[in-house]
T-cell receptor, first 112, second 109 residues
Framework: SAVISQKPSRDICQRGTSLTIQCQVD?????MFWYRQQPGQSLTLIAT?????????ESGFVIDKFPISRPNLTFSTLTVSNMSPEDSSIYLC?????????FGQGTRLTVV | RKEVEQDPGPFNVPEGATVAFNCTYS??????FFWYRQDCRKEPKLLMS???SGNEDGRFTAQLNRASQYISLLIRDSKLSDSATYLC??????????FGGGTRVLVKP
């Protein structure tokens, strides 16, 4: 199994600012994923982050808005840039390992 | 059409009863299927994988029907602790997961 530490667990931010979310995994993993879960909705994939390469973004998500870093095999960050109230969501990182996908505890973001 | 569709519920289930619900998926090339459970304000956690032959894990039974492109989850002898949102998940290329909207189950005494 994998243990994922995601920080912060929650934050309230002013519109126009940026927030960086961190995920630390206790195992080395090639792929990490970032998801968004808007209120009352299910999870939507934002991007795939592989170590040593640019992140791959899903339709509707762009690097300028959601820059991602993946400096090594155990760590990744997602930044939510120039936030607006529509960015209020839960953001989750996840890793596939041993045939399963494990999720971080999520970051509950509220933009005011 | 959504890639993965679920009845959002809620399914109000008396304690001890059986509840079953389905999920349909649109990509016939999908290979791996899962049910995840998500409690309020928590991250999703794997409940069970769904195999072609169907599989059972205690009170939970999952079935896959490739011809009709749906999977199902049945919960027997429902417990209060089974109250949660059940997410149907389909895995595509590159380990990418596509989530259904979730089915809420409320087990009541």
């Amino acid at each position: 199994s994998a243990v994922i530490s995601q920080k912060p667990s929650r934050d309230i931010c002013q519109r126009g600012t940026s927030l960086t979310i961190q995920c630390q995994v206790d195992s080395q993993v090639t792929m990490m994923f970032w998801y968004r879960q808007q209120p009352g909705q299910s999870l939507t994939l934002i991007a795939t982050a592989n170590q040593g390469s640019e992140a791959t973004y899903e339709s509707g998500f762009v690097i300028d808005k959601f820059p991602i870093s993946r400096p090594n095999l155990t760590f990744s960050t997602l930044t939510v840039s120039n936030m607006s109230p529509e960015d209020s969501s839960i953001y989750l990182c996840s890793v596939p390992l041993g045939g399963q996908t494990f999720f971080g505890q999520g970051t509950r973001l509220t933009v005011v | 059409r959504k890639e993965v569709e679920q009845d959002p519920g809620p399914f109000n289930v008396p304690e001890g009863a059986t509840v079953a619900f389905n999920c349909t998926y649109s990509n016939s090339a999908s290979q791996s299927f899962f049910w995840y459970r998500q409690d309020c304000r928590k991250e999703p956690k794997l409940l069970m994988s769904v195999y072609s032959s169907g599989n059972e894990d205690g009170r939970f039974t999952a079935q896959l029907n490739r011809a009709s492109q749906y999977i199902s989850l049945l919960i027997r002898d429902s417990k209060l602790s089974d109250s949660a949102t059940y997410l149907c998940v389909v895995e595509g290329a590159g380990n990418k997961l596509t989530f259904g909207g979730g089915t809420r189950v409320l087990v009541k005494p």
